[in-house]
């Protein structure tokens, strides 16, 4: 059987269950719902239950584009760790050398990983259920949300396990996981909106095609899966970590990175041959030709191809076709960014210690500042140029004659981008200075990009949402100036755009995006000043190795 007696399953329930953390998700969890309802339940003295309830309606929809968000982005940080986890921690081939069959390991990590985002699911039913007396949605339609949300968990589960088993670094798993996701989250959430008005349709998707299309694309990737755990092919941890980029680029199917040309050379240049000028830095030096990539390029490919497929519909039906939604475009930029940012800067210190190398590095005579700058310029300069890449489609859609005359916020969009990136390497470095494991440095990396860029706008969301027709939030919008987004959002448009006057252009607030950019660049100088500070006493950071 895969599920009784399954000693993975077990041992993984055991660990994730019981750890501290998981009571503590959970009662977060609760409190986040319950404020939620609190905000947005109507305050009416007489409340009309003989009509649909149109705040009702939106309070829903709310919750459940949140749940399928949330578990979008908590999905992988469970499951992407399941095999490479293994490989790190050379546990892998004892995993492969036991009597258990390769459907029960995978199936084990899966529901193990699972498990603890199903109770956190499930534990908000209770709650949505406050709303139903307001009208506007059916119990059938509230069970058809979760039977599809909880099938959606699945089809994320499976896709980060399946990545899991192709990779050996749980980082590389994490952001090909997240990227991979990205357009079904997209898909998701436009095809829930866009059937608002049609409940019926709506709940039959949700009880059929949704559960059928997620099982059978989750057991093709669990299938895979389990025939590369049957067939390993990364069998030996001796003389396998490093790969030979020569070999894997005659063999590479789809993009194949030409290291010693452009623009390839920007983000993975080729090992280096030859001695280094005196002047080098060794730090930086080693991070770019040798660390960065020495697992091979194939979650750079993955990550550069489905990019710039998202990028192309996107990129055809927000610069030219309605250019008045630029904003939307530079979001998804800023959302690549996110995910790839903190994959080549969040392991820049735990990964030395993973090593049991970062003693030995600290009383080398490598100054401080050329460990901090060499780790941090090599890790941004890779996020950097791949953000670059779908920015480029930006100045193309200046040949737009409508964004053209909006040049200043084009140069805007830029700024927001380019702050933004800075902003997440320097968090990502800092934090990694403070743990010890390179998986923990990339969640709570993720974890405080999210509150700091999406909480803002969700809570405004809810507020407008629950506020009376008619009511001024024009200040209320500065709550946001820590995210980009809302920046991006309120980049004033005034000019005519397809034929739309002045007056109903899009106005935005440049003082809100001048205290996006203070603050950002605030908080920039503040990180890095406590990283160097960090740096310069270097105890710091050998005692919490």
């Given amino acids: 059987m895969l599920f009784v007696d399954n ?25 986040a719902l319950a404020a939620v309802v609190i905000i947005a339940y109507p ?25 399928f968000a949330i578990a979008s982005l908590m999905a992988p940080s469970f499951t992407a760790g399941a095999i490479t986890g293994e490989k790190e921690r050379k546990t892998y081939e004892m995993l492969l050398a036991s009597p258990l069959r390769p459907w ?8 193990a990983a699972l498990t603890h985002l199903v109770v956190l699911i499930i534990a908000s039913l209770p709650i949505i259920m406050l709303c139903l007396p307001l009208g506007g949605v059916s119990f059938y339609e509230l069970i058809g949300a979760y039977v599809g949300l909880l099938f959606s968990i699945l089809l994320f589960g499976s896709i980060s396990i399946f990545c899991s088993s192709q990779f050996k670094r749980t980082a590389s798993s994490l952001v090909v996981s997240y990227v991979l996701i990205l357009p079904i989250l997209l898909l998701g959430v436009f095809a829930w909106l866009s059937l608002s008005d049609r409940a019926d349709l709506r709940l039959g998707l949700s009880l059929t095609i949704v559960p059928i299309v997620c099982s059978i694309i989750s057991i093709a990737l669990l299938a895979i899966a389990a025939h590369r755990l049957l067939y390993p092919p990364d069998v030996g941890s001796q003389g396998n970590e490093v790969i030979d980029l020569e070999r894997e680029q005659r063999e590479a199917v789809g993009l194949v990175i030409q290291s010693d040309q452009f623009p390839d050379n920007l983000f993975a240049p080729p090992r280096r041959k030859s001695l280094m000028h005196d002047d080098a830095n060794p730090i930086y030096d080693k991070e770019m030709h040798a660390e960065l990539f020495s697992q091979g390029t194939l979650m750079l490919r993955l990550v550069i191809q489905l990019s710039m497929i998202l990028a192309i519909p996107l990129m055809t039906i927000q610069l030219f076709w309605r250019p008045n939604l630029a904003s939307y475009y530079v979001s998804y930029v800023l959302i690549f960014n996110i995910l790839t940012a903190p994959v080549f800067t ?38 950097a140029v791949l953000t670059a890449f779908l920015m480029f489609p930006m100045l193309l859609g200046c040949i737009n004659p409508e964004l053209a005359r909006n040049w200043p916020a084009m140069l805007a969009f830029f700024a927001i981008c380019f702050v933004a990136s800075v902003f997440n390497s320097v968090l990502s470095l800092f934090v990694s200075t403070l743990v010890r494991r390179t998986s923990t440095s990339l969640m709570i990396c993720y974890i405080t990009l999210l509150v700091l860029y999406c909480l803002p ?26 995210s980009p987004f809302m920046a991006a959002d309120n980049v004033p448009m005034t000019d005519v755009i397809s034929g739309v006057s002045a007056a109903r252009a899009k106005i935005g ?24 500070w960090l740096f310069q006493g270097r105890w710091r950071l050998t005692g919490r190795g």
């Avoid at 993975?8 to 977060?28: D, G, I, K, Y």
């Avoid at 390991?105 to 899966?110: A, P």
């Fill in 43 to 67: 305050r009416d003295t007489r409340i009309d239950l003989s009509r649909e309830s149109a705040s009702a309606q939106r309070l829903v929809d709310f919750f459940f584009i949140g749940q």
């Fill in 509 to 532: 607030s440049w003082p809100l995006v001048a205290s996006y950019f203070g603050f950002t660049i605030t908080s920039i100088f503040t990180l890095f000043g406590i990283t160097v």
């Fill in 104 to 111: 029960r390991i995978i199936t084990g990590k899966l529901i």
């Fill in 7 to 31: 000693p993975v399953l077990q041992r993984e329930l055991l660990t994730n269950l019981r750890a501290p953390r998981a009571f503590v998700l959970l009662l977060v969890y609760q409190l």
């Fill in 346 to 383: 969040a392991g820049a210190i735990t990964g030395e210690r993973e090593r049991q190398t970062l003693d030995l590095l600290l009383t080398t005579t490598i100054s401080s500042w050329q460990i901090l700058w060499g780790k941090l310029i090599s890790g941004y300069r890779v996020s």
């Fill in 457 to 482: 706008i969700a809570i405004y969301f809810l507020i407008w949402s629950s506020a009376p027709i008619g009511t001024r939030f024009n200040s209320l919008k500065f709550m946001g100036l820590t």
